[in-house]
């Protein structure tokens, strides 16, 4: 993957009436540049693959921490939020009302 240049997909939210996938009503054509984006996101991933299989056997866990080095003093007061206790009580309230 490091000899793969660094691209950037855009979505311009646009969306096209047509089918998504081959084997709907017509036959969908697929652009080089689509197909380029599909083989990169491809090679991406089998790299990401690779590189879950080759952790697993060693000492260093699949989840590594990221800690910054410097930290951003306006974010000291900052409390993590827990997203499962949120969307708990969210469903609670909604039952309610």
Not at 49 to 76: A, C
Request: proline letters at 7%; one cysteine or more.
């Amino acid at each position: 993957m490091a000899s793969s240049p660094v691209s950037r997909v855009v979505y311009n939210g646009k969306r096209s009436g047509g089918p998504r996938s081959p084997g709907g009503a017509g036959s969908e054509i697929f652009t080089p540049a689509h197909e380029e984006n599909v083989r990169f996101i491809y090679e991406a991933w089998q790299c990401v693959e690779r590189d879950l299989r080759s952790q697993m056997g060693s000492e260093r866990g699949l989840v590594e921490e990221y800690v910054e080095k410097m930290p951003n003093p306006s974010l000291k007061a900052f409390k993590p939020v827990d997203l499962g206790d949120l969307k708990r009580r969210n469903t609670q309230d909604a039952k309610k009302s």
